[in-house]
Each structure stands twice: as structure tokens, then as C-alpha cells.
């Protein structure tokens, strides 16, 4: 490989939604993000680029990877509970299979090259099963509460506790952090090779992590809802850069 040009932003992949959506008078299947996820990314000097869901993912994951220095798993709607041998509770959303098997791919493809990856949300679960964990898929059923999604698009405010001596800790402080949460799902089991960096005080896995190997964090609150604090995307940006100039 050619050596990093000075000054190049980092490639940053973030995964879409691919969904029925409506533009002046098109109303068709599309690829869309919120913009909110590629400002945290380009505010700390990345470059952006949505990856939706294709066809064939293992090989379009290759070809799409050879291009990133970084991954973002974004948020979205439920993981298929069918990848965690569960069947599906009344609650959970209609399974999206193509973005499943699609992330699914990538996350592996990304950590077989040493690439950086942020899980968000529905990131983080998706990681969780990847690695062998399961899901709660109700968590007003499994923990009692509503607290983490308030409904209507409004995020719910919680707290989360950030374990000492984890890679998360390095990035904002091991203690209290406040978060924008907006999620219905959580971590049951927690999957192999994986630890818990952060819980709310019922006890729910609020980040994982890798302690070893390829740099992997994932969260499950909302940190692009923040604009004030970009210090997830900025510590991905900065492994990033790290990982294009050993390529």
C-alpha cells in the first residue's frame, strides 16, 4: 500500500437503513441515515460514506471494505431474534434480514482486517449476537421499565456507569456519564470475547468492548445525539487514521 497522504481524512463507512421512504412525489425503497451520524463523523475529521444493504453481502462487504480505514454500526430497527435462536416477541420489529446479514458481514469482514469499529444502538446488539450473546427483546417485560424509550422520537436521558481500565474509560472518564437513550432492546447474555464497559444502575449493559485485538467499542445510547460531546467518534476517527497508515 502507498503511504497515507498528509492531512487525509480518514474513510469512515456507517451502515443504513434501507426502507420505504417519500421525496416530493417519489415514494420508494431508499437508503437513508440521519444526517446527524455523518456531523459527528466529519466534525472530527473523517469522511463519511453510507453503506447500505446489498445484495451478496460477503463479497460486496470485501470490495466495500478494501476502501475504509473505520466502522460505524448505526442504530436502527431490532435484530432478527431468529440470529439468537429466540422466536420473535409481540414487540419486536419485522425482521430486516438483508441489513442483518449485510452488518453481519462487514462487522466480520472489519475485524478480520484489524479495522476499527463503534457500534451504536442496535450496533451494539447486533455485535453481541455476532459473538454469541442473546437479546432482551422487551425490556418494559424483562426490567420493568419504559425508561429507555420514551416513543414519539423524543430520547430519554439515563446514566451510565463506565467500568475503570476499559478502552471506553480511556475515551470519557471511567464514572457517570449521561446519555440519550432511545431503545426497547438490550443485552441478555453477553457474548464471547466481549465486556461489559458500562451498565445503568438495573443492571443492563450499556457498552461492550473487545480488551484485546482489533479496536471495537459499542455503545448502547445515541452519542450523535449529542453535538457537545464527540469524543466516541473522535477516538474512532483517531484508530482510523492509525489503521490506514499500517495498511
Do not use: K
Not at 144 to 156: H, I, K, M, N, P
Amino acid at each position: 500500500m502507498s503511504a497515507p497522504t498528509a492531512g487525509r481524512r480518514p474513510v469512515v463507512g456507517l451502515t443504513t437503513y434501507l426502507e420505504r421512504a417519500q421525496q416530493g412525489i417519489w415514494d420508494v425503497r431508499a437508503a437513508f441515515l440521519p444526517q446527524v451520524y455523518l456531523d459527528a463523523i466529519t466534525a472530527v475529521g473523517g469522511a463519511g460514506v453510507l453503506l447500505p444493504p446489498q445484495p451478496d453481502p460477503d463479497a460486496a462487504a470485501d470490495a466495500v471494505l478494501d476502501g475504509l480505514d473505520g466502522l460505524v454500526l448505526t442504530g436502527g430497527l431490532d435484530v432478527d431474534p431468529a440470529l439468537y435462536g429466540a422466536a420473535p416477541h409481540p414487540e419486536t420489529d419485522e425482521p430486516r434480514t438483508d441489513r442483518d446479514a449485510w452488518e453481519l458481514a462487514l462487522l466480520a469482514g472489519a475485524r478480520r482486517r484489524g479495522m476499527p469499529v463503534l457500534g451504536i444502538c442496535r450496533g451494539l446488539q447486533l455485535a453481541n449476537v455476532a459473538a454469541g450473546g442473546t437479546l432482551h427483546q422487551h425490556l418494559p417485560e424483562a426490567l420493568g421499565t419504559g425508561r429507555y424509550q420514551l416513543g414519539g422520537g423524543v430520547f430519554a436521558t439515563n446514566t451510565a456507569t463506565v467500568e475503570d481500565g476499559t478502552r471506553l474509560a480511556d475515551i470519557v472518564g471511567a464514572g457517570d456519564l449521561s446519555v440519550r437513550s432511545y431503545h426497547h432492546q438490550g443485552i441478555d447474555r453477553v457474548g464471547d470475547g466481549l465486556v461489559v464497559s458500562a451498565r445503568s444502575d438495573d443492571g443492563l449493559p450499556q457498552a461492550i468492548e473487545t480488551i484485546e485485538g482489533p479496536w471495537f467499542v459499542a455503545v448502547q445510547w445515541h452519542p450523535e445525539e449529542d453535538a457537545a460531546d464527540r469524543r466516541l467518534f473522535a477516538a474512532l476517527v483517531a484508530e482510523a487514521r492509525r489503521f490506514h497508515a499500517t495498511r
